[in-house]
T-cell receptor, first 114, second 109 residues
Framework: SQTIHQWPATLVQPVGSPLSLECTVE??????LYWYRQAAGRGLQLLFY??????ISSEVPQNLSASRPQDRQFILSSKKLLLSDSGFYLC?????????????FGPGTRLTVL | GQNIDQPTEMTATEGAIVQINCTYQ??????LFWYQQHAGEAPTFLSY??LDGLEEKGRFSSFLSRSKGYSYLLLKELQMKDSASYLC??????????WGAGTKLIIKP
């Protein structure tokens, strides 16, 4: 069966510090991978998605970046965090099957920037 | 532009029925998803509709009208554990999910 891991679960970082969040998927090959951010009480904002190694699409301009060094690894990074980067970060994967594209979410990382 | 609308919050009584509505406008359409999200947790999949009509899964049912750009999630025999946010998401022509802000459902005894 497929599983998705995210770490860390919670993180408190000062403004201006760097960030690295990691996501790995097991039990599937060549998944689509996604990074979302969810502000408190709000919906999901798609930040990045990837359809393959080294292929990253950015949905919103920001001080974040993403990389996919391996098929089942997706990394979210920042060189200098802003207060507005606080939120709940979710990694998700999907495999398209005739247009059906259910996304499965990792447990999330709660980031607080102080 | 692309847009998903759903109520911000709803309140219902344990044992009752509640219907959560969602309207969508997307560039193309490849299906409508409902997810459940408990506070502090990741969303979990509930249902998927791509054809008009009602899909039933135990206590939960989801309805879609493509011509009206409308869906609803129906929850029957409400239990306290159903207290959560319910997220509506429509898949556009690029197979990307456009997410609503979620409906917070409060269940009262």
């Amino acid at each position: 069966s497929q599983t998705i891991h995210q770490w860390p679960a919670t993180l408190v970082q000062p403004v201006g510090s760097p960030l690295s969040l990691e996501c790995t998927v097991e039990g599937t090959s060549n998944p689509n991978l996604y990074w979302y951010r969810q502000a408190a009480g709000r919906g999901l904002q798609l930040l990045f998605y990837s359809v393959g190694i080294g292929q990253i699409s950015s949905e919103v301009p920001q001080n974040l970046s993403a990389s996919r060094p391996q098929d089942r690894q997706f990394i979210l990074s920042s060189k200098k965090l802003l207060l507005s980067d606080s939120g709940f970060y979710l990694c998700a994967w999907s495999v398209e099957a005739g247009g059906y594209n259910e996304q499965f979410f990792g447990p999330g990382t709660r980031l607080t920037v102080l | 532009g692309q847009n998903i609308d759903q109520p911000t919050e709803m309140t219902a009584t344990e044992g009752a029925i509640v219907q959560i509505n969602c309207t969508y406008q997307t560039s193309g359409f490849n299906g409508l998803f409902w997810y459940q999200q408990h506070a502090g947790e990741a969303p979990t999949f509930l249902s998927y509709n791509v054809l008009d009509g009602l899909e039933e899964k135990g206590r939960f049912s989801s309805f879609l009208s493509r011509s009206k750009g409308y869906s609803y999630l129906l929850l029957k025999e409400l239990q306290m554990k159903d207290s959560a946010s319910y997220l509506c998401a429509a898949m556009d022509s690029n197979y990307q999910l456009i997410w609503g802000a979620g409906t917070k459902l409060i269940i009262k005894p």
